[in-house]
């Protein structure tokens, strides 16, 4: 346990909007606040619909302004974004059940062996691999109630957008977490990586988040899946890549895509193929495309 002296002050908050949430009235003067749905209430009003007594409602509101609740006027309270967010957050995190889903077939195909791709539910986190190799894609937290309510299929498409849409905040440079800023560096699964399972990829993105230490690792492929020069080479052979799921765009999945130049410092060739057509991409280490060169196979009749 840390010495509470040691604590940072963000740290410190975040201990204090908690240890409120431990008194019972304090919930209850949230709960009504939060079933008002964004209307603002009097003291008054609070005071009789909040069970306890008049001088603990007004200390749970003196305890609550500017950490869950603030005064848009004089004697009305409102809920602010944080405890919004809280409530919001705990329902689609908090199942009276343990909910899993067993592991069944997902659409697309492994890019390092071309075998079955299966998905799974477990601890609240929803793991994507390939059933042959048991290379790993996808192994991030999702929220049980969404995988309680959806049907498989349905459990998938949600995890594929919702996947694409922290791709795009980190290939930003946003966490998608606290929406700090994030920087990356590029790793080797081998050396630099102490992860159990067995990565698909030799390289790989690190993003950590400056503000609350959180990590991902994406594909190089994943970052640049919001290139303009990779969404129009698809584009321009038939593929809309924004509209296939993330295991089914080979530059996302594909560990033959992404070749590695040089390591000191990085330099990568990524290969975009479909069909007859190929563009090569060069990167440097911070992931800007250096070079474009566009392939077309001649076909002899
Ligand atoms: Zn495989
Ligand atoms: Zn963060």
């Known amino acids: 346990m840390n010495d509470p002296d040691e604590l940072t ?31 603002q209430l009097t003291e008054d009003e609070l005071i009789s619909a909040v069970p306890h007594s008049t001088e603990t409602v007004r200390d749970c509101l003196e305890d609550l302004e500017n950490v869950y609740v603030y005064a848009p006027e ?7 974004p944080s405890a919004n967010l809280l409530f919001l957050r705990y329902l689609s995190l908090f199942s009276e059940e343990n909910v899993t889903m067993n592991t069944r077939s997902v659409n697309g195909s492994c890019g390092r062996c071309d075998g079955e791709l299966v998905g799974a539910y477990e601890d609240q986190v929803l793991t994507i691999k390939c059933n042959a190799c048991d290379s790993l894609l996808y192994h991030l937290a999702f ?27 980190v290939a930003n440079g946003i966490c998608r977490w606290c929406v700090g800023p994030t920087s990356f560096e590029l790793v080797d699964a081998e050396t630099d990586l102490e992860e159990d399972a067995e990565l698909a990829h030799d390289v790989f993105v690190k993003h950590v988040c400056d503000r609350c230490g959180s990590y991902i690792l994406t594909t190089v492929g994943e970052i640049l899946l919001f290139h303009p020069a990779v969404i129009a080479f698809y584009h321009n052979n038939g593929i809309d890549i924004l509209d296939r799921p993330l295991w089914e765009v080979d530059v996302c999945v594909d560990p033959e895509a992404v070749s590695v130049r040089s390591t000191g410092p990085w330099s990568l060739t990524v290969e975009l193929s479909c069909g007859d057509a190929t563009r090569r991409l060069e990167l440097d280490e911070s992931l800007e495309i250096t070079a474009t060169q566009d392939e077309e196979r001649s076909v002899n009749h």
């Open 9 to 39: 002050d963000d740290v410190r908050h975040v201990e204090r909007a908690l240890s409120l949430l431990s008194s019972r009235p304090v919930r209850d003067t949230l709960y009504t606040l939060w079933e008002a749905s964004g209307v």
């Open 74 to 80: 004089q004697d009305m309270y409102k809920l602010l």
């Open 143 to 169: 929220p049980p109630t969404e995988v309680a309510h959806r049907d498989p299929d349905g459990v998938f498409e949600a995890f594929e957008k919702r996947t694409r849409a922290q791709l795009w905040l």
